[in-house]
């Protein structure tokens, strides 16, 4: 996290661990308010990767599971970079600033992908490279989050993974069960605009941003979870992560094949817990009739429940999940309801 940014939070009253907002103060209270209210997150949790030079388009369009030719100054997308077996050592946002393309992800995975993608790079015209000061992110959610930010900015995207860029911000509408938007911009600016929504909206840790995100059915590949699934198995296909007519890049024979050919046995849901001990990523399902050779599932993503327990995000065999009875860990766990995404799956 940048220094004069984190001193600003701060002072602002985060409470920060290992370059983490925890809360403001009222862990609780927050859990509430991002279910109903206006909220405002720092994002520096997520870090940045930047790709610039004359190959950028062509290099990232044979690594990642999206068209990388729809990216643009005014539109992002969802996408993920797989092993050759298909699996996702990652997924992110991919979004355009000035002449760069951007990689939005876990800081907890940045290092890791960073040394990976550049591994192929070969004679590509690029330069990839961690830009995590570059940018400061922040987070815009609620019923009149609309209405908020036009206060401010008066160019605003209206579709889903639309972008514009105005006054020196780029700002990302994302998908959510309330208006939700992503701000980037430099320090002093989002330092500003900070002050100006700080007046309606509550300020909020890292964990409200993620309750979002499983609220919003949108899934976040950590270290736990790398290579744990194939992009369909957490919903990418659905939530428009994947394209199936883009031709060749890594694990994409084994994704197209899984589409066309294959049948899906697993697939994500988002699921109560009902336990107040931790719930964290990658922890195994059960149920006690499960058929399945490869077990019943296991968490994607995890945040505390302010009515009780956790909401998540889990993997789960599909049978298995219609079946119900499902369980953490073992047979004798917390019980586990699943509850229905604010999209489809066919």
Known sequence: MKPAWLDFLKDAGAEIENNKVVSFGNLEREHRMVHTGLVICDLSHHGLIS?????????LQGQLTNDVRDVSLQHSQLSAYCTHKGRMLANFRVFKRDDSYFLSLPQSLLES?????????????????????ALIKIGLSGPKADEQLSNIISDLPTETDDVTQSN???????????PRYEIMGELEAIKKIWGQLDVNAAP?????????????????????????????????????????QKGCYTGQEVVARMQYLGKLKRRMFRIN?????????GDKLFAKDSTS?????????????PDGGHIALAVIDIADAEAGSLQLHDENGPAITVHSLPYSVE
């Open 51 to 59: 790709i610039d030079g004359e190959d950028t388009a062509d290099f």
């Open 113 to 133: 992908i960073l040394k990976r993608i550049s591994m192929f790079i070969l004679m590509a015209k690029v330069t990839i490279k961690d830009n995590n000061d």
């Open 168 to 178: 020196g911000y780029t700002i990302i509408k994302c998908a959510g069960t309330l």
């Open 204 to 244: 909020a840790g890292a964990d409200a941003w993620e309750t979002l995100d499983i609220m919003a059915g949108i899934p976040t590949i950590t270290p736990e979870t790398s290579e744990a699934f194939v992009p369909q198995m957490t919903n990418m296909h659905v939530i428009n992560g994947v394209n199936f």
């Open 273 to 281: 817990i009902e336990s107040d001990n931790a719930v964290i990523a």
């Open 293 to 305: 050779g490869q077990g019943t599932g296991q968490i994607v993503n995890s945040q505390v429940d």
